[in-house]
Structure formats: structure tokens, C-alpha cells
């Protein structure tokens, strides 16, 4: 068996760097193989399990996993299995779609705050505040002066977060354009899928550089100590739960979480009758 590395420190957007998606190679997997993923899998998922289940008696921290990239990355994918390894009470799952009339009345961040977990709640986001810098930057939603304002206004409030309790860890899922034309056609040509599929999302596809701008400046801004980024090469499914659930896994067990102690009016040795 190979030597495998760290894949925490190994896919960690270090704070400052420069990000190139373009110079990245999302099919890279770090000397994993497929055979002896599915394992390694099973395990990782195992142990998200019983880390989920510390985290919640504890109710002490929250962990938000905010997932991101493009149509098609594998979001959806992830969310089904790596945390099917939680218990659904303990666990909170939210889409963030085009925002509503009420969401727009209020600041980008209103409906962000209002999903986040709960102490000794593990929190997902599919799609993100991020997209306040990402489709609405691609399509001029707002002006420059605007949204680019925003990388340093969501360093502080993950920030804030973070110093209230919350553990933040973001993925990025990278895949490449190739990749997304075979997923799109795949989508449209399996009958239990299309449903999924949507005219618009080739519409986005034609905006790929924008998009991968985008994503650069993001990963580049907003990648601190507090809520690091991790850029996950996504092209091979497999490699993907893997990192995510292993990372996931890694910072959970860094705040070592544990059960509460036997309320004292308990005595040892009872025997219930
Ligand atoms: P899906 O994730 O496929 O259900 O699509 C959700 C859509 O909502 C995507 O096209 C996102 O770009 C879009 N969306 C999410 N947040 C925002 C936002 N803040 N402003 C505009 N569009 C958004
Ligand atoms: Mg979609």
C-alpha cells in the first residue's frame, strides 16, 4: 500500500495563497485507488457516525460544512454519502437557491444566519452565502463596488461564528469541463435524472471561465485559520467522498467530543426492575 498523505493538510486552501482551479488537476487522488477507497470509505463514514453522536450529547459545538462548486460537481452526491453517516436529528441540511422576495428585502447574510446550527448540531449548506460572490458576480446582479466588498464582510461574520462556538469547514468540489459535459449528458440521458436537468444549467456552462474567475478570487480571499477551504478534486466520485468525509471526520475528532457525564443522583450497579 502506498503511503498516503494527510489529505487535510494536503487539499487545505492555505490563508493568503493565490488559487489557480486551471493549474489544478481534479483528477488527482493521492494514491487512492477506487478498490481500496470503498473500504476506507465505509470506515470514515463509521466513524462520522459516532463523532456525530458524541457532538450531539456534548451539545457544545457546532460544525457547519458548506459545500460549493459548479452544476453538476457532485454537492448532491456528497451530501447523500457522506452524511447519510448522521442521525437525521442532530443534523440540518439546507439548499440555498435563487433568493425569495422576502430574502432580497433583507442583507445577503439574513437567510445564511438564520441556517445555522444549533450547539451539538452538525449544519450543511448546499450552495452558500458564497453565492453572493459567485453567480451574482458572474451576472452583474449587483455592482463591482458591491460584491466586492463582500470577501472581507463574510471573512467577519464566519468569523463571528467561529469565536460563538461554531466549527467551519468549506469544500470546494473541482471538476473539470469535460467532466461536467459527460454529467450533464449522463443526467439527461438516464430517465430517473432528467428531471434534474435544467436548459439554464448550459446556459451557466457558457459562462465556465467566469464562473472559474470566480471561484479563484473566492478561494483565494476567503480561506482563513477559522473557516478554511478545502479544494476537493471532484472528478472521481469515489475520491471525492473519501476527502470529504475524512477531513470531516479529522476536524470533528479535533474537538474531541464527548459524552456528558452520569448525572450524580445515578448510582453504580442499578439493577431496574
Ligand atoms: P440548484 O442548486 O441546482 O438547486 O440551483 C440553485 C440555483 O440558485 C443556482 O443556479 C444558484 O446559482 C442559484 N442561487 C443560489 N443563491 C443565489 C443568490 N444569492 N443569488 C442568485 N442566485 C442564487
Ligand atoms: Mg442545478
Known sequence: MATRVDLRAALAVRPGSRVRLASQDHGETHGWDKEATTPALEKQVARLADLQD???AESKHSVLVVLQGIDAAGKDGTINKVMEAFNPQGCSVTSFKVPSDEELAHDYL???HQAV???GEIGIFNRSHYEDVLVVRVHDIVP???WSARYDQINEFERFLADNGTTILKFFLAIDK???RERFQARYDDPTKRWKFSMGDLAERKLW???QAAFDDALSKTSTAHAPWYLIPANRKWFRNLAVATILGD???GLKPAYPPVPPDVPG???IE
Open 54 to 56: 458524541r457532538l450531539w
Open 251 to 253: 476536524t470533528i475528532a
Open 209 to 211: 471561465d467566469d464562473y
Open 117 to 119: 446550527p444549533r450547539k
Open 110 to 112: 439574513w437567510r445564511v
Open 269 to 271: 450497579g442499578l439493577v
Open 144 to 146: 463591482r463596488d458591491v
Open 178 to 180: 469535460d467532466e461536467q
